[in-house]
Structures are given as structure tokens and as C-alpha cells.
């Protein structure tokens, strides 16, 4: 008859006690193991050029491209910054000039300012990078982005942090794939085996 008086949460919080108590520890996994990458057969040095307007957005491109970029064996990266995006095709015509870099990665962010139409800069820069790397047979890779939307809020800076960190990733493995794919058919050029 105790028992029925007695409150029905502190029955279902010993209930809870008692099973929290008899469950074993979780097992701790180890991580998958890194994948390994190919190696080049020639050092690669590669340019980064930033574009300043939401750096805290952008860099996270930055970090994640760095990272990514080490785990696949470029480890000469030299990193610039400019303005803004419409400011990187210029720097990277003149830094695929030098012939100091086998690749150039832009990253920017391109949004509306409510003035003119973004879209108008973001077609202008990409269209401009392309024609760096068929001038110059530089590749140049683009993490210039241009959301549909963007608005100053903790939720959207969030998001396009998150995304710019996925892009940086993304870009490290397109560039390194195609240094190593360029590599490969510039040996078989000079071989006499293409071309």
C-alpha cells in the first residue's frame, strides 16, 4: 500500500537509475584510417588567393583547402589576399605569369549588396579565371561562391561557414587530382606517347 502513495517520478527516476547503472560503458571506436594519397613526382607549389569581403566566411575555405591539400601531398602553398572577388582574376593571371605555381585557387564569397546584381560579378570573375588558365595553362580552381541568398544573421554566417569548410575540402581533391592527371599526360607528351 506504500508503494501507491509513493510519487510516480521518483519511481521512474530509480527505474532510470538502476538502468543507466547495468548498461556497460560505450565501446570508444577508432576513426577510420587516413586514406593515402598518391604522391608527385615533382614538388607542386600552389597560390591560394583569399578575397577579404566576409573573411570569416572564407577563410574557412582556407583552413579546410590547407588541410586537405597537406593530406594529398601539396605542401608548398603560398596564400594571398585581395579586396574582394572581383580583385582575384587579375592576381591570379599575374601569379600563373610567373610560372612559380603549377595551380591557383580562388575562394570568395560573391552576395548581394542590393546595389547591383551579384550574379553580374560572380559570372564576371569565374568567366575571368577560366580565361587565366587557357592563357596561361595554369590550372585555376574556384571556390567563388554566390548564394541565392545571404543575409547578415548568426544562421546564415553558420551555414556558409560550414559550407565553405566542405568547399575548401572539395577544391584541395580537384586540384591535386588534376596536377597529378596533368603530370601524367605531360610524361606521356614527352615520351612521344600522346600527342
Request: a negative charge; one cysteine or more.
Amino acid at each position: 500500500m506504500n508503494q501507491m502513495l509513493q510519487d510516480p517520478q521518483v519511481q521512474t527516476s530509480k527505474a532510470e537509475t538502476s538502468q543507466t547503472q547495468t548498461q556497460p560503458p560505450p565501446v570508444p571506436v577508432d576513426p577510420p584510417p587516413a586514406p593515402e594519397h598518391p604522391r608527385f613526382a615533382k614538388p607542386q607549389r600552389v597560390a591560394f588567393v583569399q578575397a577579404c569581403w566576409h573573411r570569416e566566411v572564407v577563410e574557412e575555405a582556407r583552413i579546410a583547402f590547407l588541410k586537405e591539400a597537406e593530406a594529398r601531398h601539396l605542401n608548398h602553398v603560398d596564400v594571398f589576399e585581395v579586396p574582394g572577388s572581383f580583385e582575384i582574376p587579375l592576381h591570379a593571371q599575374i601569379l600563373a605569369k610567373t610560372r612559380r605555381y603549377t595551380a591557383i585557387v580562388a575562394a570568395g564569397l560573391v552576395v548581394d549588396g542590393g546595389i547591383y546584381r551579384h550574379e553580374f560579378v560572380a559570372d564576371t570573375v569565374i568567366k575571368a579565371l577560366m580565361d587565366v588558365q587557357l592563357r596561361t595553362e595554369v590550372p585555376v580552381f574556384s571556390a567563388v561562391l554566390t548564394p541565392q541568398q545571404f543575409h547578415e544573421t548568426e544562421v546564415h554566417y553558420d551555414f556558409f561557414r560550414r559550407h565553405f569548410a566542405i568547399k575548401g575540402v572539395e577544391v584541395a581533391e580537384a586540384c591535386a587530382n588534376t596536377l597529378l592527371g596533368l603530370e601524367r599526360l605531360r610524361g606521356q607528351v614527352a615520351a612521344g606517347i600522346v600527342g
